[in-house]
């Protein structure tokens, strides 16, 4: 049973926006801080945003202003929408939750120039 799943990835131009899902089994995101994280080709995997269950945020300072996280703790979803792409954002995008130490697969976000 997939305790995470991401979706929501894609290819797309710069400057154009995505909105990416993460979908948990049973009520994970009322106990667990939770956060996107990403890995390009060759780079380590980074910390993008992350929102406690409370609601509050915090982001990596290279996606300020364009990156959103939020959560649905009612649906089991947390997201994150992505505006104004850029090349540099390609990248595998992981959601975790964190206080349980459990990752998804990732999905890919590839922004062509």
């Known amino acids: 049973q997939v305790q995470l799943a991401e979706s929501g990835g894609g290819l797309v131009q710069t400057g154009g926006s995505l909105r990416l899902s993460c979908a948990a089994a049973g009520r994970i995101f009322s106990v667990n801080t939770m956060a996107w994280y990403r890995q390009a080709p060759g780079k380590q995997r980074d910390l993008v945003a992350s929102?406690?269950?409370?609601?509050?945020?915090n982001y990596a300072e290279s996606v300020k202003g364009r990156f959103t996280i939020s959560r649905e703790n009612a649906k089991n979803t947390m997201y994150l929408q992505i505006n104004s792409l850029k090349p540099e954002d390609t990248a595998v995008y992981y959601c975790?939750?964190?206080?349980?130490?459990?990752w998804g697969r990732g999905t890919q976000v590839t922004v062509s120039s």
């Open positions: 975790a939750a964190l206080s349980f130490g459990l």
């Open positions: 929102i406690t269950p409370g609601g509050s945020t």
